[in-house]
């Protein structure tokens, strides 16, 4: 005998779980609608502050913040399983997803209090914030595509014209690389092409901000070495390719593709193709090179070499009778290697360090680029250098140094050198926000550029310092991107982003790189998630940044990985590229994917279009 209810009696069943999650959940929306309103009135003193254009923004906010001050898991789940409208896409629109899910709850006709933001309304204000601060939509995406200018951007216009017209919606320049005098010239190069090829391009500085850097080591030797291509046997295959170059200009060496040795120009100009250039390399080892190409256009001569050759600084070079030495070379960088237990004395200042291997006597020293760090840093803290490749604990301070205990590294050591980040993400770090060394970035961007970048913020007051600068500059209409990379950046979020919506256009950008070694790894994707609800609460419009095809960008082939990764970027209004030989490449892919997600997708809230990737059956 069948024991299926009827369908009257499951109607009858579900009426009743409604009725029951109703009556419960009634008192739980009526709470929640006061804990909104309550946070809104305690921070009406900041709300009075913020820029009129950003008010209801702020708003929304904290209504955003009071709601996730509360765990509603038991709620999301009585709500699910009655097919009901969640609360998990409520972000741009908090108080009206509220107010509207206890309206069918109770089924009562839904009244928004005037004022409050509607649906269509919270979603229109992130699309009115993200055209004021990045300016016109690219037709067919949403999210603007936005690329590191490289060194090479300040002399090479055609190279920027290309980026242009591949899709680059914004340039940045970043004002830890370079100078004033590179910086003008690739604005002017970026204006230009948005000129001529009638697209929008902005112009975004990027503030070096307060890093912390190793100091220098002492300089290696001027040596180069050469070595052919070998098979298994350690028989040679293919030569060694390098070029001879004009020893007074020091474009060539930057712009050069292989190795290469600078000699005198009256020695270059009377090379030619097949002429053979003997040497003896530091070893003591007769070599033999023979030039390949020559062009006396650029001042360059090709060669080539079939044994492995060291070459150094004042090395004599002879063609027949016509014998030069070779120019200065580079210095070979010197480097600590550390293995966990090694210890570090990070000193205030000094003279260049000598480099230190595991396994000699002493421990390795190294200077810091900011003096106030040792005023900050405790006993116990932990202590990153390079980009996470070494982590430690501090074991003791004084005034002008301290210890720190390598805890972490590779099993066969890690390479320290200078010039190489340093991260404290438990240090309460009391560094001045803007030195004099950020006044030229600042002042040229308050005359030429669309946006500053602020690096490195820590709290609330680092927006103030950043606002009081530019206002000192008569700067107005200058957007603000608030780059999200420290530990104490992003647990002091929303007080970030209440003062800098004092100002009209303000963006987030998730600066993954440094944030990810602040933060952990494992913790990474968990932190980005919470930073665009947090900006997508606020209106606000985010940034997705760092190594983002960067593999492509750097060899030209991507990997799976970094593909879903560019994909899920269309949840940003913009996606940044660093450089790469290959970057051109990398923002037409980047233009196509985002693109085709456009298609499917909107921030969090799938379009449905109509799916035809599967045979009909």
């Given at each position: 005998m069948s024991t299926s209810s009827s369908p009257s009696e499951r109607s009858a069943k579900w009426t009743k779980e409604r009725s029951t999650v109703s009556e419960r959940a009634d008192a739980e929306f009526i709470a929640l609608e006061r804990d909104l309103e309550s946070l809104v009135a305690r921070h009406s003193k900041d709300l009075d502050l913020v820029n009129t254009l950003h008010r209801a923004d702020a708003i929304n906010l904290l209504h955003y913040l009071a709601l996730r001050r509360h765990d509603e898991r038991g709620l999301q789940k009585r709500l699910t399983e009655l097919g009901l409208s969640?609360?998990?896409?409520?972000?741009?629109?908090?108080?009206?997803?509220?107010?509207?899910?206890?309206?069918?709850?109770?089924?009562?006709?839904?009244?928004?209090?005037?004022?409050?933001?509607?649906?269509?309304?919270?979603?229109?204000?992130?699309?009115?914030?993200?055209?004021?601060?990045?300016?016109?939509?690219?037709?067919?995406?949403?999210?603007?595509?936005?690329?590191?200018?490289?060194?090479?951007?300040?002399?090479?216009?055609?190279?920027?014209?290309?980026?242009?017209?591949?899709?680059?919606?914004?340039?940045?320049?970043?004002?830890?690389?370079?100078?004033?005098?590179?910086?003008?010239?690739?604005?002017?190069?970026?204006?230009?092409?948005?000129?001529?090829?009638?697209?929008?391009?902005?112009?975004?500085?990027?503030?070096?901000?307060?890093?912390?850097?190793?100091?220098?080591?002492?300089?290696?030797?001027?040596?180069?070495?050469?070595?052919?291509?070998?098979?298994?046997?350690?028989?040679?295959?293919?030569?060694?390719?390098?070029?001879?170059?004009?020893?007074?200009?020091?474009?060539?060496?930057?712009?050069?593709?292989?190795?290469?040795?600078?000699?005198?120009?009256?020695?270059?100009?009377?090379?030619?193709?097949?002429?053979?250039?003997?040497?003896?390399?530091?070893?003591?080892?007769?070599?033999?090179?023979?030039?390949?190409?020559?062009?006396?256009?650029?001042?360059?001569?090709?060669?080539?070499?079939?044994?492995?050759?060291?070459?150094?600084?004042?090395?004599?070079?002879?063609?027949?009778?016509?014998?030069?030495?070779?120019?200065?070379?580079?210095?070979?960088?010197?480097?600590?290697?550390?293995?966990?237990?090694?210890s570090v004395t990070v000193i205030c200042d000094g003279d260049a360090s000598s480099p230190w291997h595991h396994g000699q006597p002493g421990t390795a020293e190294i200077a810091c680029s900011l003096t106030s760090v040792f005023s900050s840093v405790r006993v116990g803290e932990r202590i990153l250098f390079d980009d996470g490749k070494l982590s430690g604990v501090i074991e003791s301070v004084e005034s002008d140094r301290f210890v720190a205990r390598i805890t972490d590294a590779p099993d066969r050591g890690a390479k320290l050198r200078s010039e190489k980040g340093i991260n404290l993400p438990d240090t309460d770090l009391r560094a001045p926000f803007i030195t004099d060394a950020d006044l030229p970035l600042l002042e040229l961007a308050a005359r030429r550029a669309n946006m500053l970048s602020l690096s490195f913020l820590r709290t609330g007051d680092d927006v103030d310092v950043a606002r009081n600068e530019l206002a000192r500059l008569d700067v107005k209409g200058l957007g603000i991107v608030l780059k999200i990379e420290t530990q104490a950046g992003f647990s002091n979020l929303p007080a970030i982003l209440l003062r800098a919506m004092r100002s009209p256009a303000v963006g987030v950008m998730i600066a993954r790189g440094d944030l990810a070694i602040e933060v952990g790894y494992a913790r990474l994707a968990e932190v980005q998630e919470e930073i665009l609800w947090l900006a997508e609460a606020a209106h606000l419009p985010v940034v997705w940044a760092t190594e983002v095809l960067d593999r492509l960008a750097r060899t030209g082939r991507p990997s799976r990985a970094e593909i879903t990764d560019a994909a899920m970027a269309q949840r940003a209004e913009c996606v940044m590229l660093n450089k790469g030989p290959h970057v051109v490449d990398a923002v037409r892919q980047l233009d196509d994917i985002l693109r085709r997600m456009a298609r499917h997708q909107r921030k969090t809230i799938p379009l449905l279009r109509p799916l035809h990737s599967w045979a009909d059956f």
């Open positions: 969640s609360l998990g896409r409520c972000e741009a629109h908090v108080m009206a997803s509220v107010m509207s899910i206890h309206a069918m709850l109770c089924a009562k006709e839904l009244e928004l209090p005037e004022g409050t933001l509607t649906f269509r309304a919270g979603r229109a204000a992130l699309d009115v914030n993200t055209d004021a601060l990045f300016g016109a939509r690219p037709k067919g995406r949403v999210p603007r595509i936005m690329v590191t200018l490289d060194t090479e951007c300040a002399a090479d216009y055609r190279f920027v014209r290309q980026l242009v017209t591949s899709g680059m919606d914004v340039a940045r320049i970043n004002g830890a690389h370079d100078g004033p005098a590179q910086w003008e010239s690739m604005i002017s190069h970026v204006q230009r092409a948005a000129a001529e090829t009638d697209r929008h391009c902005s112009v975004i500085m990027d503030m070096a901000g307060p890093k912390l850097r190793t100091g220098p080591l002492e300089c290696g030797p001027q040596v180069m070495r050469l070595r052919p291509r070998r098979d298994v046997r350690g028989r040679p295959i293919s030569p060694a390719i390098f070029e001879f170059g004009s020893a007074r200009n020091p474009v060539a060496r930057a712009t050069s593709s292989v190795p290469l040795v600078p000699v005198p120009d009256e020695w270059l100009r009377r090379r030619n193709a097949g002429d053979e250039i003997r040497l003896t390399d530091t070893r003591g080892a007769p070599r033999l090179a023979r030039i390949v190409q020559s062009s006396r256009l650029d001042g360059r001569a090709r060669a080539e070499l079939w044994d492995t050759t060291y070459l150094e600084t004042g090395v004599t070079l002879s063609c027949g009778e016509d014998i030069t030495a070779i120019g200065s070379l580079p210095h070979i960088g010197q480097y600590h290697l550390l293995l966990p237990g090694d």
